[in-house]
């Protein structure tokens, strides 16, 4: 029975033999459970994951809100206006919250027209060449390229070359801008590619210039998918640890940045300096505190994105 | 497709559903103007105190790398220093006592490195190559640590000799090559990163000679590593600042006694201070740019940091407090310093 897998199987045999409804059923049934089993297994795959995230979750703010602990909550009010402190009760998030804020502001002023121009250019104007394979291919290669990799690019580029101020604002946002760079412009590019071919020729087919149609039609319709690869891009770029070690961004400071050119501190550095600190409480209080803090974060960032897609689509 | 010719920009958009009609006039706009808030925003930052308190007196920056062991001291004095001058803003990083010297302090990026153990000749050099020159301070005194796990019941004091087989390169691989009643079981070994003071110290101190360090050990920076490490296995060993060891009473591990010729001695606040736990009891040492003592911020951080080097603040991190007359010699050395600067 297992061998009648296919409806060609049958015309083959062609004796005309008439099957049972039954028979026919079971047929039905071998042919189905593979796609069934395969299914199941996809569905157990994401649910595997989301409840991986949801008890990671649910444990760090547990500990952040001291839940089961006698000692009043962590994450409170004082945790997010306050500074550092070498007591655990007292101490607060407040500067590097700031700095990983800015950090993500300028970084998207510095990243965002220069990587969504180049997909324009890429994608839109232009011609395939051996060239432009190239750029292509080392844009995907920088994708994967370890942060820390960059983190030493920064240090050489930024504050041995040019001089600038070593862990400051600017020289962090340019380094981890220089680290998301790549995904904003691939990800730029996949959603200018998905638009409709069709949209274009019924532009220029309306006498409208290349300016115009990229401009009116293209960018219009590319538009969410860019802002959602881009805020995406800024997720990672706030939980980068590793590139503001190398340029000299500090663990521990008690002032918000006041420029561009001041030192900044942000929440991963911090979170990681608690998580060394020697009493107990700052490493499971604090430190889950200040985790809870920054993935608070990274969800409104997220947030903007899904509502902002939303309001351009519309 | 409702439209059949692209709309002049002075015609009124009447109708909606085409693919180029107000809406990405509005999209453009709504664009433009999120960028603006972006620039806006970021300009913002420049602006934005964060103290309005007026402290007037000293603003600027102090920024401190270097040992872990000394990090909890510096967040500690930086955290004082603030109450008094609020808009200086003071950075610590922990970067071990050698990666602060190397990346940061030689290079002129730092004002103060801490350090737990001497400036090294090399390091010097890097300094001097550079126009830094460092002033040395001792700030404390540690009790270097020697912990196993608390189940280890088969060992409470080990003769310096003994610790040395244990950490010397080609050491021994199990307990029981050190004393054959201990178990026959293999060492799980935790200790400082090659970059660290720690590492240095402990080296010198018990294998008698630099860079003397086995190599087959778990090596981090991260003290913390070390006491989750040593916590979570039977036979394993580690050691780091008595601060790691203070503040960690509570985890599965023990410290050693070590017992150099003039019997058993447990590592304590008590001990360090009168110099009985050796050779384990340590200087820690901020370095100073000479330099950098014309900003008047950092020249008063040092000051700050000097005084503070003589109170129950350093004992409330978990190391001993500099005697008064120490301080005061420190205090005068610095003094005569900063009036040759100025």
Known sequence: MATRTSPADETETGTGTVRSGADWQAGEHVRRWPGRLFAALTAGATALGLALLGVLLLLVTLDAFAVFRPEPAWLDFGFLTSAPSRFPDRAGIYPALLGSIYMALLLSVLTFPIGVGAAIYLEEYARESRLTRLIQLNIANLAGVPSVVYGILGLALFVRTLSLPNGSLLVGAATVGLLVLPIVVISAQEAIRAVPDSLRQASYGMGATRWQTVRRVVLPQAFPGILTGTILALGRAIGETAPLIMIGAPATLFLAPSGVLEKFSAMPRQIFAWSDAPQPEFQYGVVAAGVVVLVSVLLVMNATAIYLRYRTQR | ?342
């Open chain 2, 1 to 342: 497709m409702t439209k059949t010719r692209l709309r002049q920009p002075s015609e009124p958009t009447g109708e909606q559903g085409s693919f180029h009609t107000a809406t990405d006039h509005r999209l453009s706009r709504r664009t433009f103007v999120a960028g603006a808030g972006l620039v806006g925003a970021t300009a913002l930052a420049g602006c934005l105190g964060t103290d309005t308190a007026d402290a007037g007196s000293l603003s600027g920056e102090v920024a401190i790398a270097g040992s872990s062991t000394v990090f909890p001291v510096s967040v500690a004095v930086a955290e004082e220093f603030r109450a008094e001058y609020p808009d200086v803003q003071v950075s610590v990083d922990s970067t071990g006592t050698g990666g602060g010297f190397g990346n940061f302090f030689c290079e002129g990026l730092t004002q103060i490195n801490d350090a737990s153990r001497p400036i090294q000749p090399e390091e010097e050099q890097q300094c001097a190559d550079n126009g830094v020159t460092p002033l040395e301070f001792q700030v404390a005194i540690d009790a270097l640590t020697v912990v196993v796990n608390a189940e280890a019941d088969w060992v409470d004091c080990m003769t310096v000799d003994e610790l040395r087989r244990v950490w010397e390169p080609n050491g021994a691989e199990r307990w029981s090559d050190i004393r054959p009643e201990w178990p026959d079981e293999e060492f799980e070994l935790y200790g400082a990163a090659p970059t660290s003071g720690t590492f240095d110290y402990l080296t010198e101190a018990i294998v008698g000679e630099e860079d003397s360090h086995r190599e087959d050990y778990q090596a981090t920076e991260q003290d913390n590593t070390i006491v989750t490490g040593v916590a979570g296995s039977r036979y394993a060993m580690g050691y780091f600042g008595y601060a790691y060891f203070v503040g960690n009473d509570d985890a599965n591990i023990k410290a050693i006694s070590v017992d150099d010729g003039a019997g058993c001695v447990a590592p304590s606040l008590e001990t360090a201070k009168a110099g009985e736990y050796s050779p384990l009891s340590r200087p820690l040492f901020i370095y100073v740019s000479q330099e950098s003592l014309s900003r008047l911020e950092v020249q008063e951080f040092v000051r700050f940091y000097l005084e503070s080097s003589g109170t129950s603040l350093i004992s409330d991190v978990g190391y001993v407090p500099m005697p008064e007359e120490d301080v005061q010699a420190n205090l005068d050395r610095f003094e005569s310093i900063v009036a040759q600067v100025e």
